[in-house]
Structures are given as structure tokens and as C-alpha cells.
């Protein structure tokens, strides 16, 4: 992808042969594009399915006149290689896979939802959810750790979840059994992190990273920030940082950043002063 600016912006959009052992990234773009590549389609409001081949190109060109910086993210909905031998491409991303494991999936979630030989009680802040030690266990150490020794949970059958509401727990729960909906997960992001985190979830962690990367705005940057921090997601870490320092984003939330110099961990601070002043020197 190219970018040129003059009177108008221009994204050009092209293919170009990559190595195999690479693997591809997902951006996000809300206002177009789902681009698939190796043979590469483009999928914008007008345009469906145009494939683009070794030697072409699409050019996407935005009328809306831009000033200062900006960003341009781009979403891979799907990436498709084309066979050799002129069979449709096929997604990367293994959808046919995944369609052998959703009644599967779905018996899973039914377990939860209709407390199929639940053996576990999970205690809420403001309420109880029933669970299976061994779909548990299988997806967190911490809790195979629990259930395998003499400690209080094994006991009681119960495990005490404290700082989550009842809401947020059954978002985790749905996401340990794989049926989350996309709401749900959107809803509960941080608190789904916390837990991520604190019941070692690596790919639930992982998914509520990149799912923050994705929506950065005045009103949630500070607390990301912190957030990324707390928990060592470095990627976001940076972004919030560009988006505040680079971007200028700093100046337009003065009373939230005063908040957070008097309220922060006082290493976060001096980062970000520091990253200020570096700025300022580039000038």
C-alpha cells in the first residue's frame, strides 16, 4: 500500500509477491476496504470482488481534504491465495475448518447454558454461574492448578471471582466455551483482560490487545495506556503513545492528562513526559 497527498489523498492498493514464511497482519479500516491478497480482491461500497492481478493496481482516492496528521488503518477481512491450477481461492483463515467444529462448538456452549453436569460454581460480585472443572482446566492453568490441589476450591466446589460482575464473568465463561458473541466481547473487553491475565488466558489476552488497538480515541486513550502498562501489551502501549504525543492528541484532553500526572504510576508519567520532550526537540 502507497499513500500520496496532494491537493486529495490517494491510497493505492497493489500486489506484490511475499515471502510464504510471513505472516499476514490484520489492520482495520471502518470506512472500506476488505482486501484479500495472493490474487488480491477489493471489496469497497462500489466495488465487489475485483480481483487484481501481479501487474495491477486499485487506487482509492478520498475527496475529503485532510490537515495535520492522521492515521489511515486498514482491516484484512480475509486473505485468499489462488491455486496453481485454477481452482476457487480459499481463505487462509481455514473457514471450512472452522465450519467442521461448530456443532461441536455449539454442544460446548449448550453444556454452559443449560448447566449440563456442571461440578463448579463460579461466584460472582452479584451473582453465581455454573461451570465444568474440566473445561476449566484444560483452558487456564491457574485453574488446573485450583482443582488439583487441597485448596479451598476443590473443597466447596466453588471458586470466588470477586472483582467481576456476573455479566463479565459469563462473557468469560462464554469465551472459555467458545460462544461469545461479538457484543458480548466488545462489551467486557477490559474486565476479560483482567481475567485474561490474572487466569494466564494467553489467547484471550492476546484478543482483547489487538481488539483495543482498534478503537483509540480522547475519551478511553489514558486508560488504555495504563492498561497497557499494567498488563505488558507493548503494541498498544505504543499506540496510545503515538496517538497522545505524535498525533498531538495530548492537547486535547488537558484535564484528563492533569488527572492522570497527579493519579499515574510515576514511571508511566515520566515515559510520557519524556516522550513530550523528545518531541519537542524534533521541532
Request: glycine content about 4%.
Amino acid at each position: 500500500m502507497s499513500i500520496e497527498k496532494s491537493r486529495s489523498l490517494m491510497v493505492k492498493l497493489y500486489p506484490e509477491i511475499s515471502n510464504a514464511s510471513s505472516a499476514p497482519q490484520r489492520h482495520r479500516n471502518t470506512n472500506s476496504p476488505a482486501i484479500h491478497t495472493c490474487s488480491w480482491f477489493i471489496l469497497l461500497a462500489e466495488v465487489t470482488d475485483k480481483q487484481l492481478k501481479t501487474n495491477d493496481d486499485f487506487v482509492w482516492s478520498i475527496e475529503v481534504p485532510f490537515t495535520g496528521k492522521f492515521i489511515i488503518d486498514v482491516e484484512f477481512l480475509d486473505l485468499k491465495t489462488a491455486s496453481p491450477h485454477g481452482s476457487e481461492p480459499c481463505s487462509i483463515w481455514g473457514e471450512g475448518a472452522s465450519m467442521l467444529t461448530g456443532t461441536a462448538l455449539t454442544s460446548l456452549g449448550r453444556m454452559l447454558s443449560e448447566s449440563i453436569h456442571t461440578d463448579i460454581v463460579i461466584n460472582a460480585s452479584d451473582g453465581s454461574i455454573s461451570a465444568h472443572r474440566a473445561v476449566l482446566a484444560s483452558r487456564s492453568p491457574v485453574f488446573r492448578s485450583m482443582f488439583s490441589h487441597d485448596l479451598r476450591e476443590k473443597g466447596l466446589s466453588s471458586v470466588d471471582i470477586s472483582d467481576m460482575s456476573i455479566e463479565a464473568s459469563t462473557a468469560l465463561l462464554n469465551y472459555i466455551y467458545g460462544s461469545i458473541r461479538n457484543d458480548e466481547f466488545m462489551t467486557h473487553r477490559l474486565p476479560l483482560l483482567r481475567a485474561a491475565d490474572k487466569y494466564d488466558i494467553s489467547d484471550l489476552k492476546e484478543a482483547c490487545h489487538q481488539s483495543l488497538l482498534e478503537d483509540i480515541d480522547t475519551t478511553n486513550v489514558l486508560e488504555r495506556f495504563q492498561n497497557a502498562s499494567l498488563y505488558q501489551l507493548t503494541q498498544l502501549k505504543s499506540s496510545c503513545m503515538r496517538y497522545l504525543v505524535k498525533f498531538g492528541k495530548i492537547f486535547e484532553i488537558r484535564d484528563d492528562f492533569n488527572v492522570f500526572l497527579q493519579c499515574a504510576d510515576r514511571e508511566l508519567i515520566g515515559e510520557v513526559l519524556q516522550e513530550i520532550l523528545g518531541a519537542w526537540k524534533g521541532f
